[in-house]
């Protein structure tokens, strides 16, 4: 029986907070603020309907679909952008004479304070990079482009390969087993709440009555109405 497919945004989403994730792929709740709206907003502009154009001598596609079918992964998306550069070190794509080394893009509207990229970050395009190479037999390289600063930042992607290798399958077995039981991971408060779209939905504000006789008294007087 073939593992159960997952969704390469999701990975993100999952490592960001697990609870989130299980209300958005397990009780299929969501929920937008300024910046969801601002990520998408950027996200429209890349994903070109021309889906292709050159830009210093790099072949550029935007919204590229991809997808890994083996079994320890069964992974499937869309990458923001793949970059093609002439390189003797790099495949031929299409029968072509010619040999590209490949580039993964992704864009993220703010850069995190006090390092290059967040870890949920990193593996979304590390799954992204396993999809690119299981179908064009390449070793892609990967970066991140942040909005806010106009600049692109490396990631290890070959040099720590093997480790995000093995947490990747951790990951995906753990929401495959959240998934299979319909369980939904508990909350765990910590400071990405407070900037999180399912926040009130998550965890609902109550307003807490500041004489409970009195309110017990309106509920009373409430049924005789």
């Not at 999701?10 to 697990?18: A, E, K, L």
């Not at 320890?72 to 923001?80: A, P, S």
């Not at 064009?136 to 970066?143: M, N, R, V, Y």
Request: charged residues 30%; negative net charge; aromatic residues 10%.
């Amino acid at each position: 029986m073939m593992s159960q497919e997952i969704a390469i945004r999701s990975i993100q989403h999952y490592m960001y907070c697990p609870h989130r994730w299980g209300l958005l792929e397990i009780d299929k709740a969501w929920a937008e603020n300024i910046f969801v709206t601002k990520a998408n907003l950027m996200h429209e502009r890349v994903h070109s309907p021309d889906n292709y154009h050159v830009l210093r001598g790099r072949k550029v596609f935007t919204s590229v679909p991809v997808y890994n079918d083996k079994e320890e992964y069964n992974l499937y998306g869309v990458t923001d952008c793949l970059e093609l550069s002439k390189s003797e070190d790099g495949i031929s794509i299409d029968d072509s004479t010619d040999k590209y080394k490949l580039c993964i893009v992704e864009y993220k509207p703010t850069k995190p304070k006090n390092k290059d990229y967040n870890e949920e970050d990193m593996m979304q395009v590390f799954a992204q990079k396993l999809c690119v190479d299981y179908i064009f037999g390449c070793d892609s390289e990967a970066e991140i482009y942040y909005a806010d600063i106009r600049k692109r930042v490396s990631l290890p992607v070959k040099e720590m390969y093997e480790e995000y290798d093995d947490k990747l399958k951790q990951i995906l077995s753990e929401m495959r087993k959240n998934l299979l039981s319909g369980h939904i991971p508990p909350v765990k408060r910590n400071q990405k709440c407070s900037g999180c779209s399912m926040k009130d939905m998550c965890m609902p504000k109550l307003r807490c009555p500041k004489n409970f006789k009195l309110e017990l008294k309106k509920l009373d007087d409430s049924e005789y109405d």
